[in-house]
């Protein structure tokens, strides 16, 4: 693709000074001002010139709509990796809990149980308790 030889103001220069020609003469007397091929030459320039101009800004407009995206999109994808390291730990908590569960409590001590003794090891009641027990059963 050909890129354009004259830089952006340039061409609204340009512009500017053929419409200010244009808009000179009398009304239907730009045959006296320009003589009538230098008209459509004028015209023809100047639908160029707009239409450069109008390309210019719509290339903008697409590269900051590009940059707008890939933006976005960066973020989008540091969120993303957020969830999920997230995710990942409430599952690991999740799984941690689902296995506390699963094991049986020693019913004496309401603690995990990690030996076979605790359910055939009498519950050890402290002092305070087993002196009311006695007091009852002494009562009785």
Same mark, same amino acid.
């Given at each position: 693709?050909?890129?354009?030889?004259?830089?952006?103001?340039?061409?609204?220069?340009?512009?500017?000074?053929?419409?200010? @020609?244009?808009? @000179?003469?009398?009304?239907?007397?730009?045959?006296?001002?320009? @003589?009538? @091929?230098?008209?459509?030459?004028?015209?023809?320039?100047?639908?160029?010139?707009?239409?450069?101009?109008?390309?210019?800004?719509?290339?903008?407009?697409?590269?900051?709509?590009?940059?707008?995206?890939?933006?976005?999109?960066?973020?989008?994808?540091?969120?993303?990796?957020?969830?999920?390291?997230?995710?990942?730990?409430?599952?690991?908590?999740?799984?941690?809990?689902?296995?506390?569960?699963?094991?049986?409590?020693?019913?004496?001590?309401?603690?995990?149980?990690?030996?076979?003794?605790?359910?055939?090891?009498?519950?050890?009641?402290?002092?305070?308790?087993?002196?009311?027990?006695?007091?009852?059963?002494?009562?009785?």
């Amino acid at each position: 693709m050909r890129r354009p030889t004259q830089p952006h103001e340039l061409l609204e220069q340009e512009l500017s000074i053929l419409l200010q @020609g244009q808009d @000179g003469g009398s009304p239907g007397n730009e045959a006296d001002t320009y @003589g009538d @091929g230098q008209s459509e030459d004028i015209k023809k320039r100047v639908r160029t010139i707009k239409n450069r101009l109008a390309a210019k800004k719509s290339r903008e407009q697409a590269r900051s709509y590009v940059q707008e995206l890939e933006s976005n999109l960066s973020r989008m994808r540091q969120q993303n990796e957020d969830l999920a390291r997230r995710l990942a730990l409430a599952e690991a908590e999740n799984d941690a809990l689902k296995r506390n569960m699963k094991t049986p409590l020693c019913p004496n001590t309401a603690a995990p149980t990690n030996n076979k003794n605790c359910e055939s090891e009498p519950a050890a009641l402290p002092s305070l308790q087993l002196d009311a027990v006695l007091l009852l059963l002494t009562v009785l």
